[in-house]
Nanobody
Framework: VQLQASGGGLVQAGGSLRLSCAAS????????MGWFRQAPGKERDFVAAISGGGGSTYYADSVKGRFTISRDNAKNTVYLQMNSLEPEDTAEYYC?????????????????WGQGTLVTVSS
C-alpha cells in the first residue's frame, strides 16, 4: 500500500482546506483509514478515522464539528474537509492505513503511512 497525501497549504484563520490521500492497491475498501497531525516539537496526534465501508467515523475532540473525514472507495481516496481552521491546527498532516475494516484512533494500529502535507493557519 502506498499513500499520497495532498491539499495542504497556507490559509487564514476561519478558512477551509480539503486534504486528499490517494492509495494504491486493491485492498483499500477493506482497510480503515486515518488522519494524524504533528506540530513542530510535538507528538503525532490522532485527528480522524473512518472504517473501510465509510459507515463509522471518529474524531479528536479538538476537531469535532469542524473537520469531516470521508472516503471514495471507487477512487481509492480518503478526504479530510477542514473548516473553521484555527492557528492551533497548524501541523504536518499524515494519512494512514490500517489492517482491518474498523476505524481506530490508535496510531500504533496503522501499518502504512503517507508523506505529510503541511497545513499552516495564520491568525
Amino acid at each position: 500500500v502506498q499513500l499520497q497525501a495532498s491539499g495542504g497549504g497556507l490559509v487564514q484563520a476561519g478558512g477551509s482546506l480539503r486534504l486528499s490521500c490517494a492509495a494504491s492497491g486493491r485492498t483499500f475498501s477493506s482497510r480503515g483509514m486515518g488522519w494524524f497531525r504533528q506540530a513542530p516539537g510535538k507528538e503525532r496526534d490522532f485527528v480522524a478515522a473512518i472504517s473501510g465501508g465509510g459507515g463509522s467515523t471518529y474524531y479528536a475532540d479538538s476537531v469535532k464539528g469542524r473537520f469531516t473525514i470521508s472516503r471514495d472507495n471507487a477512487k481509492n481516496t480518503v478526504y479530510l474537509q477542514m473548516n473553521s481552521l484555527e492557528p492551533e491546527d497548524t501541523a504536518e498532516y499524515y494519512c494512514a492505513s490500517k489492517w482491518g475494516l474498523w476505524a481506530s484512533s490508535n496510531r500504533h494500529e496503522y501499518d502504512y503511512w503517507g508523506q505529510g502535507t503541511l497545513v499552516t493557519v495564520s491568525s
